[in-house]
């Protein structure tokens, strides 16, 4: 699978669990508010005069859905978060009409409240007016929340790239276009939808009162045929017309379990404490954290799946917990690689990990000894930003290629597998367990 220079092929992020309740909506204004002083930041640390940026890269959360309307720019109901399952229900119908074959043929994805199609689907039936106005073209599709903000003719930007566009299951990735057919299922206007282009564009060009000079918005990226392992087929990113396809797997709670144990159990102040905590204890104690806290995703798919801790003595503390927490992660990413491997054949030589988990040492090594492959993490651990600034780049004339994106990644550290196999294969038994109690089915 080819992929951009410096992109992971498996990402360990942090996201917050936002189950279909009051908290599992965003307002633009939260988001915009908080993208603008980062940006604005970001140019003063640099010490770069506005006037010296050769251009901005936008990434997003892919399958986060809002609609706006298009004479004021303006939302008309507060974004609906990737984590969100309000679109249960409709999937649930759609897989009994049995279309399921058809969305996986054109989309490379499976049925599930996780794309966007649904959220969009339920904005439309759910805010008075909205389907009428989609209808007359007065309403669009945002998953890149910043892009009518940040350029100058906010109302006439309406356009996405095509990582973003093939999670809505509406976009046939292999013709590159929106799908009749599948819009007309989930009553989707196609009119509401946005212009496709590739990952290195030139999407519009920003007011100079915003960072201080008019500069080009040229790069997009989405942070990254059906497989019978239940993998995904997606598009990678496209370039200069060509699509480069990647087969991904989604896992919905990592680092967010982290965030549970903090938020929501008061076990840790910090994420941070959790590598200390882990290593003050030789093992989990027999506790297996199975984080389906908004169902599971790759390669099991079952929406209705909830969270699981299984394993629970008078012995169990702190310690355990933030243990079995970020074993779940390592677990999980074991369950895609071997997946990848019964699909394509042969697993990953080198998996390179990146984002705020992977600072921890602990966490990446046991990731190395789970999946029993090294684990390269690189000096620069954003590399969703990075490669959206790439892509940027690229459009712009600052870069020539890949080629000359590949000098720019640096490794930081490997992680090699060392743990014997009579001393995984207990736990990996273990886990197996817990994920079938927690589905209710046995685990192959």
């Not at 249960?88 to 009409?97: G, S, Y």
């Not at 990254?224 to 087969?247: D, E, M, Q, V």
């Not at 503390?317 to 677990?331: K, P």
Request: charged share 20%; hydrophobic share 45%.
């Amino acid at each position: 699978m080819d992929r951009p220079a410096g992109s992971p092929s498996h990402r360990l992020s942090s996201h917050s669990i936002t189950p279909h309740s009051a908290g599992s909506s965003m307002t633009r204004r939260d988001i915009w508010r908080d993208a603008l002083a980062t940006a604005r930041k970001a140019i003063e640390d640099s010490g770069v005069a506005a006037v010296q940026i050769a251009a901005i890269g936008i990434t997003n959360q892919r399958e986060t859905a809002v609609v706006w309307d298009r004479a004021t720019g303006e939302p008309i109901h507060r974004a609906i978060v990737w984590q969100d399952r309000r679109g249960t229900e409709l999937c649930q119908t759609l897989k009994a009409d049995g279309v399921e074959d058809l969305v996986r043929e054109r989309t490379g994805l499976l049925i599930d409240p996780y794309f966007s199609a649904t959220k969009l689907a339920w904005l439309l039936d759910h805010v008075e007016g909205a389907r009428g106005r989609a209808e007359r073209g007065r309403a669009g599709v945002r998953h890149d929340r910043q892009l009518p903000a940040l350029a100058a003719d906010r109302r006439a930007v309406h356009a996405t790239d095509i990582t973003n566009a093939s999670r809505t299951m509406l976009f046939d990735i292999h013709r590159g276009v929106w799908d009749e057919e599948l819009c007309r299922l989930l009553r989707v206007p196609m009119a509401m939808l946005p212009d496709v282009h590739d990952n290195a564009h030139v999407f519009g060009t920003t007011t100079p009162d915003l960072l201080g000079a008019a500069i080009p918005i040229a790069g997009m990226a989405g942070g990254p045929a059906g497989r019978i392992h239940r993998l995904l087929t997606t598009p990678a990113y496209r370039l200069n017309g060509r699509t480069t396809y990647a087969l991904e797997g989604s896992i919905f709670v990592a680092g967010a379990a982290v965030k549970w144990l903090r938020d929501g159990l008061g076990v840790i102040t910090h994420a941070s404490q959790t590598d200390d905590l882990a290593t003050q204890v030789p093992d989990s104690h027999g506790v297996y954290m199975v984080p389906a806290f908004v169902g599971m995703g790759a390669p099991y798919w079952e929406p209705d799946a909830r969270g699981a801790i299984y394993g629970l003595t008078l012995g169990a503390s702190a310690a355990h917990l933030a243990r079995a927490a970020l074993e779940s992660v390592a677990y999980q990413t074991m369950d895609l690689a071997e997946a990848m491997k019964a699909d394509a054949g042969e697993g990953p030589a080198i998996l390179r990990v990146d984002g705020g988990m992977a600072a921890n040492d602990w966490l990446c090594r046991f990731l190395a000894n789970m999946i029993q492959t090294p684990v390269e993490r690189p000096a620069d651990l954003e590399t969703t930003a990075r490669g959206a600034a790439f892509h940027a780049g690229l459009a712009t004339g600052v870069w020539s290629g890949l080629d000359a994106l590949e000098q720019l990644w640096s490794r930081e550290a490997c992680f090699e597998p060392g743990m014997a196999g009579d001393a995984r294969a207990p736990l990996v038994a273990g886990w197996r367990d817990a994920v079938a109690r927690t589905l209710a089915k046995p685990v192959a």
